[in-house]
Nanobody
């Protein structure tokens, strides 16, 4: 059973930075692409970023490109989301996601195909103005 546990959320001022972590278990982590999503109150879940199984490729939605960086440490079964230049509109619950099954495809391919199938419980990020 796949388990994804996010941490690192909190309250930060606009312009600040935050790093989220997601510890994964129950899967052969180094074979799976990983992603980050968020959901703000009253809005649909939004894709943010993906990293391929090896960490060799990444893919971002336009709204976070240049501000957020996704990375992974396969030795620690952990994926990260470094967030910078935070804005009040970044306030949301942030979720980690794992690929439904290992494909060894580029991050963009996994993301565009909607290939994520396991989710964490989320961590709240609040950006104050």
């Amino acid at each position: 059973q796949v388990q994804l546990v996010e941490s690192g959320g909190g309250l930060v001022q606009a312009g600040g930075s935050l790093r989220l972590s997601c510890a994964a278990s129950g899967l052969s982590f180094s074979n799976y692409a990983m992603g980050w999503f968020r959901q703000a109150p009253g809005k649909e879940r939004e894709f943010l970023a993906a990293v391929s199984w090896s960490g060799g490729t990444t893919y971002y939605t336009d709204s976070v490109k240049g501000r957020f960086t996704i990375s992974r440490d396969n030795a620690k079964n952990t994926v990260y989301l470094q967030m910078g230049s935070l804005k009040p509109e970044d306030t949301a619950v942030y979720y980690c996601a794992a690929e439904s099954s290992p494909t060894h495809k580029a991050a963009s391919v996994v993301a565009i195909r909607g290939g994520f199938g396991s989710w964490g419980q989320g961590t709240q990020v609040t950006v104050s103005s």
